[in-house]
């Protein structure tokens, strides 16, 4: 089955650079996707087709990928950015998907 | 606006049936695929499967096949999602979501999300 690998936890201090990594265990052949998840709500797309940030996402949030690994990257982290963030792909059909299993993201 | 406005939370014993809803509305229905993601407490996310509310055509993940069901009313823009025996590791918060598209492509990411439903099973 395809596996996507996520550090459980990230701190940060205001202000500070925020990256987040995801791994695969194969060559991509789909797009990666991300979501911030707050306490008591659901998920909300902050990156689509691995760079690009759908409408209202602050331009704070940035999305890259090399080789087998997504990086999901916030600039000026921010207090309100804190919540967990999950990557998410597709196998090579892009009939199932899958989600990685989540970063806590802590701002100090 | 384009919406989905799930049912509310459920509270069933073991062996017990249950179908959930999820209520589209702001576009046109059959024109996106909705996926039902499990949460469960602590826990991360959890693709359950997709259907398409065009011809009802499902994909499920062979963690969840053959322990739900995923179907839509197109009369009514709705999908569901339907358990015929209900277990307590079935506790979890549920959420749908539409395929994610822009003007010009759709993509197999996910956006807007319903609120959740959370479904409690214990006896």
């Known amino acids: 089955s395809y596996e996507l690998t996520q550090p459980p936890s990230v701190s940060v201090s205001p202000g500070q650079t925020a990256r987040i990594t995801c791994s695969r265990d194969a060559l991509p052949k789909q797009y990666g996707y991300w979501y911030q998840q707050k306490p008591g709500q659901a998920p909300v797309l902050v990156i689509y087709k691995g760079t690009e940030r759908p409408s209202g996402i602050p331009e704070r949030f940035s999305g890259s990928s090399s080789g087998t690994t997504v990086t999901l990257t916030i600039s000026r982290v921010q207090a309100e950015d804190e919540g967990d963030y999950y990557c998410?792909?597709?196998?090579?059909?892009?009939?199932?998907?899958?989600f990685g299993g989540g970063t806590r993201l802590t701002v100090l | 606006e384009v919406q989905l406005v799930q049912s509310g939370a459920e509270v069933k014993k073991p062996g017990e049936s249950l179908r959930i809803s999820c209520e589209a509305s702001?576009?046109?229905?059959?024109?996106?695929?909705i996926s039902w993601v499990r949460q469960m407490p602590g826990k991360g996310l959890e693709w359950m499967g997709r259907i398409d509310p065009t011809d009802s055509y499902t994909n499920y993940s062979p963690s969840f096949q053959g322990h739900v069901t995923i179907s839509v009313d197109k009369s009514i823009t709705t999908a569901y999602l339907q358990w015929s025996s209900l277990k307590a590791s079935d506790t979890a918060m549920y959420y749908c979501?539409?395929?994610?598209?822009?003007?010009?492509?759709?993509?197999?990411?996910?956006?807007?999300w319903g609120q959740g439903t959370l479904v409690t099973v214990s006896s």
């Open positions: 979501a539409r395929r994610f598209c822009t003007s010009t492509s759709c993509y197999t990411g996910f956006d807007p």
């Open positions: 998410q792909s597709a196998d090579s059909s892009g009939t199932f998907v899958v």
């Open positions: 702001g576009y046109s229905f059959t024109g996106y695929w």
